[in-house]
């Protein structure tokens, strides 16, 4: 247990609706990051938070947003939903930005369907 | 922009046998990790390399880093069947963790 907690472990939705998933990460930890794994694909970095700021972004679509509260839990908002946003959506945490190991501790995910 | 690539993609092997996975990544970096993945299942971290020349092992797994030739490479000794998963590399980038895309790895009896 890496103790990131994300919520929910399944959702099934149809196009155009719109989800919320949610990352607490563990104790202490203000970073958070936000990945993308489709079906036999690599993660795609979507974006990070620290200390519940905005601070690097990837190749996230304007239909997905983010963010963070003053708790450190995070929400990955996705609307307007696809076919192809079908997928493993990882939450990651570490103690901060930079200069201590680095190591990511990944939740155990949450797999959207989109019918 | 940091690219990061892994070869093989894809790795079948008979039990008992040695082979080694390649990272290879695009710019300058003193970091970075192994994770392994099981179908379906979240990333769980194996190695944490930090500087050059820096070299982990783990039962069966071994890391290493140079980061002259931008190369980390994942040897598995006498592979055993339990091995059997994902792994990917990472490397860290000014607030992002870019990951190479993975190597599957079977291991047959």
């Known amino acids: 247990d890496s103790g990131v907690t994300q919520t929910p472990k399944h959702l099934i939705t149809a196009t155009g609706q719109r989800v919320t998933l949610r990352c607490s990460p563990r104790?202490?930890?203000?970073?958070v990051y936000w990945y993308q794994q489709s079906l036999d694909q690599g993660l795609q970095f979507l974006i990070q938070y620290y200390n519940g700021e905005e601070r690097a972004k990837g190749n996230i679509l304007e239909r997905f947003s983010a963010q963070q509260f003053p708790d450190l839990h995070s929400e990955l908002n996705l609307s307007s939903l696809e076919l192809g946003d079908s997928a493993l959506y990882f939450c990651?945490?570490?103690?901060?930005?930079?200069?201590?190991?680095?190591?990511?501790?990944f939740g155990e995910g949450s797999r959207l369907t989109v019918l | 922009e940091l690219k990061v690539e892994q070869n093989p993609l894809f790795l079948s092997m008979q039990e008992g046998k040695n082979y080694t996975i390649y990272c290879n990544y695009s710019t300058t970096s003193d970091r970075l990790y192994w994770y392994r993945q099981d179908p379906g299942k979240s990333l769980e971290s194996l190695f944490v390399?930090?500087?050059?020349?820096a070299v982990k092992q783990e039962g069966r797994l071994m890391a290493s880093l140079d980061t002259k030739a931008r190369l980390s490479t994942l040897h598995i000794t006498a592979a055993v069947h339990d091995l059997s998963a994902t792994y990917f590399c990472a490397v860290d980038s000014t607030y992002k963790y870019i990951f190479g895309t993975g190597t599957r790895l079977k291991v047959l009896a």
């Open positions: 990651a945490s570490s103690p901060q930005l930079a200069r201590n190991t680095g190591e990511l501790f």
């Open positions: 104790s202490g930890d203000l970073s």
């Open positions: 390399l930090l500087s050059n020349g």
